[in-house]
């Protein structure tokens, strides 16, 4: 067989079949999310029909003459590679195109930026990253946007907090770095009643474990640098919704302030969505291990994981979440040096701020992720000196286990006696698929 531009000859023809060039795309309706997240968005380009979706590393595109162009011209405002990436999201959101930026936090305050003025009021979720604090208490603050934080994983303290000038109600579930739900699907009849928009930072889940706007939510937003790309090779952010006025306004503020994503970065980050679901299962396997073991552990305070039946809101994780998910947390009874010595013993695992990735992470968030909170904020929030985050990755669980064990050993903690079978967790694996 031979080929030519745009033509196809086959051994054994008379002459070549005519092959036209075209833009082929799948509709991606009734897949599954595991489908999805391979060939969502799925178009192959039309100069050669790769199949790996071109990475458009270009600052510009070439008009076809004066005040006439493809609707592409300029990457800080849209960019193939980084639409293409917006559509996968999109179809595992559920939810038109979603809007990609250059970090999580770039797509939050721009989420912030294009939707309040001075005088508008937004309540949070007060575990919540620090960087969503910090936003709000260093920066909008000063433009006279004002926000209340409360515990809401009681629904009824989210309505107490709405005033006459609150127009976001903004959480996180589960929330970092406790893990604390919120019930999403309550929340968002209270925004309703009062005509306040819900967003969900879902990061900690992806739409693979969870689906805010399912369950009633108005605004998705994701860190795509944690479990979407899932390879701790870029920096993302994205926004989903189903209200296309706001993703024009989304995409106009981020054409003004330049965060759109990169477009080497979306390419990157385009390859590793696609083994999110298969990442995820395993993920969630290796976490219910973990939290089994620390759990036995005498010198365990405590376990946050809501794939344990000793989680109080366990109902409610099996209520809106597929899986509990890969991230857990726990807090020594030995405090604050005991806690550092053993971090600093790990040997297999990594001391990193970061999560969602291949590798087994732990983070101590009160010296680092929520270290600019005051202290006294931090221990009423449940982030107290012996507690470790842990972003559970893709080792095998044998391994994991043996080197908390040794960490323990190294910094004078004893350690739990009995180790969990491989297959202690095969029950999470529900509907990772």
């Not at 990253?129 to 000063?142: A, P, W």
Request: net charge neutral; glycine share 8%; with cysteine.
């Amino acid at each position: 067989m031979s080929t030519q531009t745009g033509q196809l000859l086959l051994a054994g023809t008379p002459g070549p079949l005519s092959v036209p060039r075209r833009r082929l795309t799948l509709s991606s309706q009734n897949f599954k999310d595991s489908t999805l997240a391979i060939h969502g968005g799925r178009s192959l380009d039309s100069h050669a029909s790769s199949m790996i979706f071109p990475l458009y590393q270009t600052s510009m595109f070439v008009h076809q003459a004066v005040g006439l162009d493809t609707a592409i011209s300029y990457s800080r405002v849209s960019n193939p590679t980084v639409d293409m990436l917006e559509k996968v999201i999109g179809e595992l959101e559920g939810t038109p195109p979603a809007v990609c930026f250059r970090s999580g936090m770039a797509a939050t305050t721009t989420l912030f930026l294009a939707l309040l003025k001075a005088g508008d009021h937004v309540v949070l979720t007060e575990v919540i990253y620090g960087g969503t604090m910090r936003l709000f208490r260093e920066v909008l603050d000063h433009f006279g946007v004002t926000s209340t934080f409360v515990d809401t994983c009681e629904a009824a303290n989210v309505e107490s907090a709405i005033t006459a000038a609150t127009r976001i109600v903004f959480i996180e579930t589960p929330g970092n770095p406790t893990l604390k739900l919120t019930d999403i699907a309550a929340v968002a009849r209270i925004t309703k009643q009062h005509g306040v928009l819900l967003a969900v930072d879902n990061t900690f889940l992806t739409p693979i474990l969870q689906k805010p706007l399912e369950l009633g939510a108005d605004i998705s937003v994701l860190s795509t640098t944690k479990y979407i790309d899932g390879h701790n090779a870029t920096v993302g952010g994205s926004i989903a919704t189903r209200d296309e006025a706001m993703l024009e306004r989304l995409r106009l503020i981020r054409k003004t302030l330049g965060t759109i994503q990169a477009p080497f970065e979306a390419w990157l980050t385009l390859q590793g969505v696609k083994t999110l679901p298969a990442r995820l299962k395993i993920q969630c396997e290796n976490a219910m291990a973990l939290a089994s073991w620390l759990e036995r552990n005498p010198a365990v305070e405590r376990v946050y994981y809501p794939g344990l039946d000793s989680c109080p809101q366990k109902a409610l994780a099996d209520r809106q979440q597929r899986a509990p998910g890969g991230m857990l947390a726990f807090e020594l009874k030995a405090g604050l040096e005991p806690t550092i010595r053993m971090l600093n013993a790990l040997k297999l695992c990594v001391r990193a701020e970061s999560l969602g990735g291949l590798e087994t992470l732990m983070t101590h968030p009160s010296t680092t992720t929520h270290a600019d909170l005051d202290p006294e904020l931090r221990r009423r929030l449940g982030i107290r000196d012996g507690l470790v985050r842990i972003s559970v990755g893709l080792e095998a669980p044998e391994d994991i286990l043996a080197d908390l064990e040794q960490a323990f050993a190294a910094a004078g903690i004893s350690a739990a006696q009995t180790t969990p079978k491989s297959n202690a967790s095969s029950e999470v694996s529900r509907e990772v698929r």
